[in-house]
């Protein structure tokens, strides 16, 4: 099972290696937390936290019988996170956020994997061609994405 | 953007634009490609992640900010207009295994790695998120003063 926030679900679509995606709430609440560990704790073997958060870290520690998590880099609170784990990675020991997830694998003793595997289903050819009037398999195309989600990371319209 | 799009098209390149379906990003993202060329597509709203990513692999080129498509096109190996402010340099996209080889500073405000350029925008802020300062990260400072003819040198090299 994997968890992901609300309208992040589609990255794990079509993905065979992951049985259930859990989505809390809408909106974080006391309740959602609640009703989270209540349906679940104890229930899986291993519970992996791919963030640094304290919300995280509870819920794997309350979910597996052992939770791994990375936590944040030296100088930080850290102290509760560690004796809550039962192993951990830390946020200051790579210079990338991928990285980072990817040594919660030397953790628990699984090989790292760097290929990139998209989930996919046999009817993506037609989804696509269904939204674009050329034939994008054949004939040259870019791909843009111009909004983040922090404004502070926002190129210029008209740049 | 616009001035991105316009040379890409100029070169016979069809441009597919993606996005969320928020509303906010909605509003952004429509004005922009209603500005551009005729043979700039919109999808935001309507592709999925996976679908956008088998679209990646089709694609000569991908270009966008420091966020999760960016990752995934480096990733995927497509080749990859990194466009990046203060978030230097512990989130740099590269291509896997991550890290292989190490960034090339290509100019001062350009690095690149494997398939991914990453094209720095110009401030006085230091290149670290953990040390930017709140005021700054609010003005996107860096981002502001990108200048499309630092950007373009990039899609241009890899057209050709």
């Known amino acids: ?159 | 953007m616009k001035t991105l799009a316009d040379f890409l098209v100029e070169r016979g390149v069809s441009v597919v634009v993606t996005g969320g379906a928020d509303e906010v990003e909605m509003e952004y993202v429509n004005p922009f490609v209603n500005s551009t060329s005729r043979q700039v597509f919109n999808v935001a709203g309507r592709i999925k992640l996976a679908d956008a990513a088998e679209l990646l692999k089709h694609s000569k080129l991908y270009a966008g900010p420091d966020t999760a498509i960016t990752h995934l096109a480096s990733f995927l190996g497509v080749p990859t207009v990194a466009l990046f402010g203060k978030s230097l340099p512990h989130d740099v996209p590269s291509h896997s295994p991550l890290h292989s080889d190490p960034p090339r500073e290509l100019t001062k405000r350009m690095l690149r790695t494997g398939n991914v350029y990453v094209v720095i925008g110009e401030c006085d802020c230091p290149r670290n998120a953990r040390n930017y300062s709140a005021a700054a990260r609010e003005m996107g400072a860096c981002m502001k003063n990108l200048q499309p003819g630092s950007v373009m040198d990039v899609p241009g090299s890899i057209l050709q």
């Open chain 1, 1 to 159: 099972m994997c968890t992901v926030q609300p309208g992040r679900e589609g990255a794990l679509r079509g993905n065979s290696d992951v049985s259930t995606v859990y989505t809390p709430g809408a909106r974080y609440s006391v309740q959602s937390y609640r009703e989270f560990i209540t349906d679940f704790k104890g229930r899986y073997d291993l519970a992996l936290a791919a963030r640094v958060s304290d919300r995280q870290v509870l819920f794997a520690w309350a979910v597996g019988r052992k939770a791994v998590s990375m936590i944040g880099p030296e100088g930080e609170n850290r102290l509760w996170m560690k004796a809550l784990l039962s192993g951990w990675t830390s946020l200051d020991t790579s210079p990338h956020v991928v990285h980072n997830i990817l040594e919660l694998g030397d953790v628990v003793g699984i090989e790292k994997y760097y290929e990139c595997v998209v989930p996919g289903d046999p009817d993506w050819p037609a989804r696509i061609s269904a939204l674009l009037p050329f034939d994008w398999r054949d004939q040259a195309c870019a791909v843009i994405h111009p909004y983040p989600r922090n404004s502070c990371m926002q190129w210029t319209l008209g740049g």
